[in-house]
């Protein structure tokens, strides 16, 4: 899952080919505008295959492009108790809780404490997993409880997951892991030193604190780590798991971990004073590295055939994914060139930067006013992509306009009119609040997620999975998340109701979607969000010993899964493109974060 940005893009004049494009990966907001769908006056029910092959090409008798997967997810971090090892545990850790001389650094929300119990009771949950009736289980496994000192194996953490994995086998359950979700072992990269300053001469490291990427020398063993790591899985794990995914959603963990400094470890290359954009491009480029390690080393380690599709390890990657929707002075109409050019070059950097390198090897940047489009080549991460996971969650506006404000001056470099929606800007140029037309009002103000700050538009689904086949038509997609924060169950249903209606409709139009994977299994620790946004289908009670209750929503999701259909009744009480009800705030006259639209609009 993801978080939303507070930042606004204004650049210097770019150094390098590669610069003004990792730059504007500190705006991340635009897309293609899809005016909401009237619902059918003739739902017919909507059927789903069974379970197939993530491979392009399986053999006779194996389902490849017409199977079809149900599942759910989760990431380590956010829902297993007591892991100490991982950086996110000391970045989270209030300031005045110590171990051994070591204290928390307090950011976000809440502390990780015990989570939801997830490690505890991680065996017990397969019963929660298979009471759904799903084909399958996304999940990650924590690199931190594994290897909580660099060099050093935890014995009794492989045997627990492979009793998990030995078990989710029992029910039927095809596992798919991610190997790198979000969170790394403390010694990766510690937050609590994240320049790399203590006791360290420039290009050196300690077992300690490895320093990740911030130079050469560190990078090159950071990257020895990440395939030690995934060679271990697929020796291990290679048994039970075919289906890998290398990261999640690495546009959003490099710019919020190393360009904002919003997330572990802490780093802040765009944002500084003076900004250090070719730090962060160093690390954009070294963690595209990382990706083909990983690949490499797990095509290597796993050799085991687990589920009978003849190819023994799937390697893909999945990214966070949007509406975008090109916008001028906080509409959708009247949009000028630069405005569809700016929302262009932000869906590129979101949405194809990575995959492109990873197929064919090549970066191809889409022109943007005066710019020639550069075409950078990095023909070692070509083939290294098997499948390609998309995680939806929201529609968001971009904007070419150049930004307005009575309180700064505009800048002249080429990328300088660009801005995105978030929640620092745009609405009004009162208070010195800059206003740069990006943001536009929800389609439905019920559309509106409260506890995120986002619309949720489950109508833009089919638009993203239909240009992601047309640019890789050999690319089997799956959606690997998918989902609504919320306390209301039936917004929930209304979520994985209308997701799954956007990927028959994409289907239908010969899009290779095999798969739907809703988040979450349960509520968790949403990051720097703590507990208040509720994704899960199981609803955890945070007291005694966390017991797991299932919604009407998760009651919904196993009905539907079982018999492999959604219904008309189904679709037209949960379906379509109308509201979604009930709403949780009021959001009429408003923004998705609450702030009143401009007058007029």
């Not at 829902?79 to 209030?94: G, L, Q, S, Y």
């Not at 997830?118 to 017990?124: E, F, N, R, S, V």
């Not at 780093?267 to 003076?274: E, I, S, T």
């Not at 999975?465 to 209304?494: C, M, Q, W």
Request: contains cysteine.
């Amino acid at each position: 899952m993801i978080t939303f940005l507070s930042f606004t893009l204004r650049l210097p004049t770019a150094s390098s080919r590669l610069l003004p494009l990792f730059l504007l990966l500190a705006s991340l907001f635009a897309a293609p505008s899809v005016m909401a769908e009237e619902r059918s006056t003739a739902l017919q029910p909507i059927s789903f295959p069974a379970m197939g092959s993530l491979s392009l090409n399986p053999p006779t008798g194996v389902l490849g492009a017409n199977g079809f997967r149900f599942g759910v997810a989760t990431a380590a971090t956010q829902i297993e108790d007591h892991n100490r090892f991982t950086n996110w545990w000391w970045w989270a850790n209030p300031k005045d809780q110590c171990v051994d001389s070591v204290c928390g650094l307090g950011h976000g929300a809440a502390p990780i404490g015990k989570a939801v119990m997830g490690w505890t009771k991680l065996i017990d949950d397969v019963n929660k997993i298979s009471a759904l009736n799903v084909d399958s289980y996304r999940f990650s496994v924590s690199w931190a409880r594994i290897m909580p000192q660099r060099g050093h194996i935890n014995e009794e953490s492989i045997t627990k997951y492979r009793e998990f994995l030995e078990k989710l086998k029992e029910n039927g359950i095809r596992p798919m892991i991610t190997v790198h979700h979000y969170s790394t072992p403390a010694w990766l990269h510690d937050p609590h030193d994240p320049k790399c300053l203590t006791h360290l001469p420039p290009g050196t490291s300690t077992n300690n604190n490895l320093c990740g990427f911030l130079n050469p020398v560190t990078t090159g063993e950071t990257l020895e780590e990440y395939a030690k790591f995934a060679k271990l899985l697929g020796e291990r794990f290679g048994h039970f798991v075919d289906e890998w995914a290398t990261f999640n959603e690495p546009n959003i963990y490099i710019l919020e971990g190393y360009g904002l400094g919003k997330n572990p470890p802490g780093l802040r290359y765009l944002v500084d004073q003076p900004p250090q954009p070719e730090k962060f491009n160093a690390v954009v480029d070294a963690y595209m590295q990382a990706h083909v390690v990983v690949y490499n080393a797990l095509k290597r380690a796993d050799k085991h055939d687990a589920d009978g599709d003849g190819v023994a390890a799937i390697v893909g990657l999945t990214l966070n994914v949007a509406d975008w929707v090109a916008a001028h002075d906080n509409r959708t109409t009247g949009v000028t060139t630069s405005d569809t050019q700016a929302r262009d070059l932000i869906k590129y950097i979101y949405h194809y930067m990575f995959p492109d390198a990873f197929i064919s090897g090549s970066i191809d940047i889409p022109p943007y006013k005066n710019i020639d489009p550069p075409q950078i080549q990095v023909p070692q991460y070509k083939g290294t992509l098997d499948w390609l996971g998309l995680q939806y969650y929201f529609r968001a506006g971009v904007t070419g306009s150049r930004m307005q404000s009575n309180t700064t001056t505009e800048d002249s470099g080429d990328y300088s009119g660009i801005a995105v929606c978030s929640d620092t800007v745009d609405t009004t140029s009162q208070g010195g609040i800059q206003r740069t037309g990006a943001c536009i009002k929800p389609i439905q103000p019920s559309f509106c997620v409260e506890a995120m700050n986002y619309e949720f538009y489950a109508g833009g689904l089919s638009s993203v999975l239909e240009e992601f086949h047309n640019r890789y038509s050999d690319l089997p997609l799956v959606v690997t998340e998918l989902g609504i924060a919320t306390n209301k169950p039936r917004r929930t249903s209304a979520s994985f109701v209308r997701g799954l209606q956007q990927v028959h409709k994409a289907r239908q139009n010969n899009v290779d979607v095999r798969g739907y994977y809703q988040w979450s299994l349960m509520d968790n620790w949403e990051w720097d969000l703590g507990y208040t946004p509720h994704f899960g289908l199981y609803k955890v009670d945070r007291t005694g010993d966390y017991p797991r209750n299932l919604t009407d929503a998760g009651q919904l999701f196993l009905e539907i899964v079982k018999k492999r259909q959604l219904t008309v009744s189904q679709q037209t009480e949960y379906g379509g493109n109308g509201p979604i009800v009930p709403m949780e705030g009021n959001f009429t006259n408003k923004f998705c974060d609450g702030r009143p639209l401009p007058n007029g609009l």
